[in-house]
């Protein structure tokens, strides 16, 4: 249980075109995504944390603007990066968090996805 | 800002040696720490978690080592086995502090044969 999945797993795309990351929950419900961004050999850094049915969160130094995140519902946030350039280029990871499921703040990762801008 | 660190970015053992992987961290309200495997390529992979109420618990072949008066985290790994070889991160967290976790910068463990 507690499966989470991304798709797409990779993009290429060219420079100022934009690109939507999914972000599913495949067995469980999550009132509460993360979206992580990684650079190589670089620790994972939070970029915004969506709730369900709310606007979503921002970390200090990410662009809302650039990264559109959306939570319609309780299996799925979309993260979109618009008009997209190279240094945007990186490992896209979501986490879940399971609705009442631990009192703790347990998430669960999604296997990423590497968006390649040229 | 708060932070977790790493003492060491990179951990070469030998195949059935022990493992250990330090972890120090900065934020005092911290009380939810988690270890992570990260391969390649792939999303980070829960290993093992304590609470801020316990020193010590053990998993399969894994054990984390909690020390709230230095701010200290570890991770043991016994008989370290070739698939053990990935990059490791240690995350914390505060309750109620809007579920956010908080990475550390990693540590690459390589397992020789």
């Known amino acids: 249980g507690a499966v989470v999945s991304q798709h797409p797993s990779w993009v290429i795309c060219k420079s100022g075109t934009s690109v939507k990351i999914e972000c599913r929950s495949l067995d469980f419900q999550a009132t509460t995504m993360f979206w992580y961004r990684q650079f190589p050999k670089q620790s994972l850094m939070l970029m915004a944390t969506?709730?369900?049915?709310?606007?979503?969160?921002?970390e200090q130094g990410v662009e809302k603007d650039k990264f559109l995140i959306n939570h319609a519902s309780l299996t799925l946030s979309t993260l979109t990066v618009t008009s997209a350039h190279p240094e945007d280029s990186s490992f896209y990871i979501c986490?879940?968090?399971?609705?009442?499921?631990?009192?703790?703040?347990?998430?669960?990762f999604g296997p990423g996805t590497r968006l390649t801008v040229l | 800002g708060e932070s977790v660190g790493l003492h060491l970015p990179t951990l070469s053992v030998q195949e059935g040696d022990n493992s250990i992987i330090n972890c120090a961290y900065s934020?005092?309200?911290?009380?939810?720490f988690i270890w992570y495997k990260q391969e390649s390529g792939k999303g980070p992979q829960f290993i093992i978690d304590?609470?801020?109420?316990?020193d010590k618990r053990q998993g399969q072949r894994v054990t984390v080592l909690l020390n709230k008066t230095v701010k200290h985290l570890s991770l043991q790994i016994a008989a370290t086995q070739p698939g053990d070889s990935a990059v490791y991160f240690c995350?914390?967290?505060?309750?109620?502090?809007?579920?956010?976790?908080?990475f550390g910068t990693g540590t690459q463990l390589k397992v020789e044969l």
């Open positions: 934020n005092s309200a911290s009380d939810y």
């Open positions: 986490s879940a968090r399971a609705s009442g499921r631990t009192p703790y703040n347990e998430q669960f």
């Open positions: 969506s709730n369900e049915g709310s606007k979503a969160t921002y």
């Open positions: 995350a914390e967290s505060v309750t109620g502090g809007g579920n956010k976790l908080t």
């Open positions: 304590i609470r801020s109420n316990m």
